[in-house]
C-alpha cells in the first residue's frame, strides 16, 4: 500500500522569505509525485510532478520541489513567498502501476506580510 | 480550453434520499477520477474510468455509491439512501492518457450535506 505523510498542519513564513512544504512517502516501486494547492471553495490545481531524472523539479508559480530518494522525501520550496501563496498544500503519490493517486492530509501555508 | 466541471456545486439532502453528482472533464481526458473529501482530510480514491470502462472501485465506501461513465465522456456519481457520514465534498478528475505519469486536472468539487 502507499502512503503520503505531510507532517506539518501549519506553515506561517514571512512574505518574501523562502518557504518549504515538508512530504514524505512510502510506494512500492519507483514512485510519481505530485503537488496540488487548493484555494478556498475550489478544486486542486495542478502545480508540479516527479516522474523520473532530475531530481530539482519545477512548476507553476514559482514553486518548486526535491525528490530525495534516500530519504523516500518530496519537499516543495519557494525561494520569495508571496501572500497570495496561502492556501491549502497538498501532496501526492502513485506508484508506477497504479492510476488513482494516494493524497497526504495537507498543510495550510500561511504567509504574513 | 474549458476545465473540469461539475454539477451540483452545492447539494443538501435529507438523510435517505438518493443524489446524482455529475462531472464534465476536459475534452479528449481518457481517464476519469472520482474522490472524496472529508473535512480537514486529503481527498481519498472511490472509483477510476478509462473511456467507458470502470476499471477500478475500490474505494467506493459502500454498494450504496455507484458511478457510470457511458460514453466515456460525463460521469455521474450516484448516492442512494444517503446517509450522514457520506457529507463531504466530491471531486472529480481527468487526465489525457492511462499511464500514471499524467497528472490529473481536478474540478471544483460537489458539497454534499446530509442532515
Known amino acids: 500500500a502507499q502512503s503520503v505523510a505531510q507532517p506539518e498542519d501549519q506553515v506561517n513564513v514571512a512574505e518574501g522569505n523562502p518557504l518549504t512544504v515538508k512530504c514524505t512517502y512510502s510506494?512500492?516501486?519507483?514512485?510519481?509525485l505530485f503537488w496540488y494547492v487548493q484555494y478556498p471553495n475550489r478544486g486542486l490545481q495542478f502545480l508540479l510532478k516527479?516522474?523520473?531524472?532530475?531530481?530539482l523539479v519545477k512548476g507553476s508559480y514559482g514553486f518548486e520541489a526535491e525528490f530525495n530518494k534516500s530519504q523516500t522525501s518530496f519537499h516543495l520550496k519557494k525561494p520569495s513567498a508571496l501572500v497570495s501563496d496561502s492556501a491549502l498544500y497538498f501532496c501526492?503519490?502513485?506508484?508506477?502501476?497504479?492510476?488513482?493517486?494516494?493524497f497526504g492530509s495537507g498543510t495550510r501555508l500561511q504567509v504574513q506580510p | 480550453g474549458a476545465g473540469v466541471s461539475q454539477s451540483p456545486r452545492y447539494k443538501v439532502a435529507k438523510r435517505g434520499q438518493d443524489v446524482a453528482l455529475r462531472c464534465d472533464p476536459i475534452?479528449?481526458?481518457?481517464?476519469l477520477f472520482w474522490y472524496q473529501q472529508a473535512l480537514g482530510q486529503g481527498p481519498e480514491f472511490l472509483t477510476y474510468?478509462?473511456?467507458?470502462?470502470?476499471?477500478?472501485k475500490s474505494g467506493l465506501p459502500s454498494d450504496r455509491f455507484f458511478a457510470e461513465r457511458p460514453e466515456g465522456s460525463v460521469s455521474t456519481l450516484k448516492i442512494q439512501r444517503t446517509q450522514q457520514e457520506d457529507s463531504a465534498v466530491y471531486l472529480c478528475?481527468?487526465?489525457?492518457?492511462?499511464?500514471?505519469?499524467?497528472?490529473?486536472?481536478f474540478g471544483p468539487g460537489t458539497r454534499l450535506t446530509v442532515t
Open positions: 478528475a481527468s487526465s489525457w492518457g492511462q499511464q500514471g505519469a499524467y497528472e490529473q486536472y
Open positions: 510506494v512500492s516501486g519507483n514512485p510519481y
Open positions: 516527479y516522474i523520473t531524472g532530475d531530481n
Open positions: 501526492a503519490v502513485r506508484d508506477t502501476t497504479g492510476r488513482a493517486l494516494t
Open positions: 475534452s479528449g481526458h481518457v481517464s
Open positions: 474510468f478509462q473511456n467507458e470502462a470502470q476499471l477500478d
